[in-house]
């Protein structure tokens, strides 16, 4: 199991004390079984140099010669190496741009096989990142890019001027989360920010990838942009001449309400005059916001008119923006008036008319499925057979030797209001 370029076998036959002897032959190291890197832990600055040697051994410990190793190293950004000529070593240069205690890993590989050693880049006091610091940051607009200049320093407050980075820049609303690697000048790293939600109070935070080392701004606001929209609280299904409320909200292009709003709005609707000819009407019908509003102000409408997908629009015709509600229904009102038709009629003995009735509410919107019942003033007139939506009634006129006149009355159930018609049943 050693390799040497001299050995024989003797072979003795130990009663007879004979023995005879082989001649010399070599015997040389099996295949590759492991390799071994030296040191196996070093530590220097950034900016230092650490030689490392690389050698293979066979299953039994006998070293290989003439290898030719790869080399690498994890992770990538701790620093460089530079490999000899014959693979057999390399120098590993650690980053000057580190400045927080890095672990690593060289690596020496022969196909399948490979050997490793840990090296530690340790920054001395000086150059060993403590925090972030940023430039003061005054009050913001929702979606406008600002400038911002974070910088790393020690525990002592001295400018890191080595750092690169990178470090992950987030702020406190959830609009910025961005991992910065490029653009350090001097430890400092100067950059747009885009904040597109608004709050009064702001923070933004650095925190280094390596280390896990962080930095926070100063709190400022960040006010909502410029007018977008509006937006209307949801309103349910209405009845017609019941008076409802409603928020009316100014936003801009980012979602946010925008609290400094002072414009003019203007409420129209789908819905028409009713057919009785009741105008709908909104309280205030228009509305100069105010600072006491805070972009939000509650209005109330009455609607006259009963329809499908009715909606609200407000409106401020200065600024061109507008906002819609959601589709809702306005029904009919309680029933207040019925008609019959015809109006008037004259029947023969013994003939039959026919007669229909609808019913409305105070507005003139017709009640769809109002359910009647029906009867006349005198049973001289004639007998009803009613149809089976109780919508017309079928009038069979008495056998009378002389004119009867008499009503035909048709009332919504359970209620107390009807109409009725004039019927005359003639010999």
């Known amino acids: 199991t050693e390799t040497?370029?001299?050995d024989h076998l003797q072979f003795t036959d130990t009663s007879a004390g004979r023995s005879g002897t082989s001649n010399t032959f070599s015997v040389f190291a099996g295949p590759?079984?492991?390799?071994?890197?030296?040191?196996?832990?070093?530590s220097l600055p950034p900016g230092?140099?650490?030689?490392?040697?690389?050698?293979?051994?066979?299953?039994?410990?006998?070293?290989?010669?003439?290898?030719?190793?790869?080399?690498?190293?994890?992770?990538?950004?701790?620093g460089?190496?530079?490999?000899?000529?014959?693979?057999?070593?390399?120098?590993?240069?650690?980053?000057?741009?580190?400045?927080?205690?890095?672990?690593?890993?060289?690596?020496?590989?022969?196909?399948?096989?490979h050997g490793s050693s840990q090296v530690h880049v340790v920054?001395?006091?000086?150059?060993?990142?403590?925090?972030?610091?940023?430039?003061?940051?005054p009050a913001q607009v929702a979606g406008v890019p600002f400038s911002v200049t974070v910088t790393a320093v020690n525990s002592t407050g001295g400018v890191i001027s080595s750092y690169g980075g990178p470090f992950r820049l987030t702020d406190s609303t959830g609009s910025v989360n961005a991992t910065v690697t490029t653009g350090f000048s001097g430890g400092s790293w100067t950059g747009t920010v885009n904040i597109t939600k608004s709050?009064?109070?702001?923070?933004?935070?650095?925190?280094?990838?390596?280390?896990?080392?962080?930095?926070m701004s100063n709190s400022f606001e960040v006010k909502a942009g410029a007018l977008d929209h509006f937006a209307i609280s949801k309103i349910a299904n209405q009845t017609a001449g019941m008076q409802f409320s409603f928020n009316v909200t100014a936003i801009d292009p980012f979602g946010n309400k925008k609290t400094d709003y002072a414009g003019k709005v203007?409420?129209?609707?789908?819905?028409?005059?009713?057919?009785?000819?009741?105008?709908?009407?909104?309280?205030?019908?228009?509305?100069?916001?105010?600072?006491?509003?805070?972009?939000q102000h509650s209005f109330a409408a009455t609607l006259y008119k009963a329809a499908n997908g009715v909606t609200i629009t407000a409106t401020d015709s200065a600024a061109g923006r507008h906002g819609t509600s959601n589709s809702f229904n306005v029904s009919s009102a309680a029933v207040a008036k019925v008609n019959v038709s015809p109006q008037s009629v004259s029947v023969a003995s013994g003939n039959t008319a026919i007669f229909s009735a609808k019913a409305f509410d105070g507005?003139?919107?017709?009640?769809?499925?109002?359910?009647?019942?029906?009867?006349?003033?005198?049973?001289?007139?004639?007998?009803?057979?009613?149809?089976?939506?109780?919508?017309?009634?079928?009038?069979?006129?008495?056998?009378?030797?002389?004119?009867?006149?008499?009503?035909?009355?048709?009332?919504?159930?359970?209620?107390?209001?009807?109409?009725?018609a004039q019927v005359t049943v003639t010999p």
């Open 48 to 78: 230092g140099t650490s030689h490392f040697a690389a050698t293979g051994f066979d299953r039994f410990g006998n070293e290989l010669s003439g290898l030719t190793f790869a080399w690498s190293q994890a992770p990538l950004n701790t």
């Open 199 to 215: 709050s009064s109070a702001v923070t933004l935070t650095a925190k280094d990838m390596a280390s896990g080392r962080t930095g």
């Open 363 to 420: 507005f003139g919107n017709q009640i769809n499925g109002a359910k009647f019942s029906w009867s006349v003033n005198s049973t001289s007139v004639g007998a009803l057979v009613p149809s089976s939506d109780t919508a017309s009634v079928t009038l069979t006129a008495s056998i009378v030797s002389s004119a009867v006149a008499g009503k035909v009355i048709a009332t919504v159930l359970s209620t107390s209001v009807s109409g009725s």
């Open 32 to 42: 590759l079984a492991y390799i071994l890197v030296s040191p196996s832990d070093a």
């Open 123 to 137: 920054p001395g006091a000086s150059q060993l990142l403590d925090h972030f610091t940023f430039s003061t940051i």
């Open 80 to 113: 460089t190496l530079a490999v000899s000529q014959s693979t057999a070593s390399a120098n590993f240069t650690a980053s000057s741009a580190i400045t927080s205690k890095t672990n690593g890993t060289i690596t020496a590989t022969v196909g399948s096989i």
């Open 4 to 6: 040497t370029s001299a």
């Open 266 to 295: 203007m409420l129209t609707t789908t819905d028409g005059p009713s057919p009785a000819g009741n105008a709908s009407s909104f309280s205030p019908g228009q509305y100069n916001f105010t600072a006491s509003d805070a972009g």
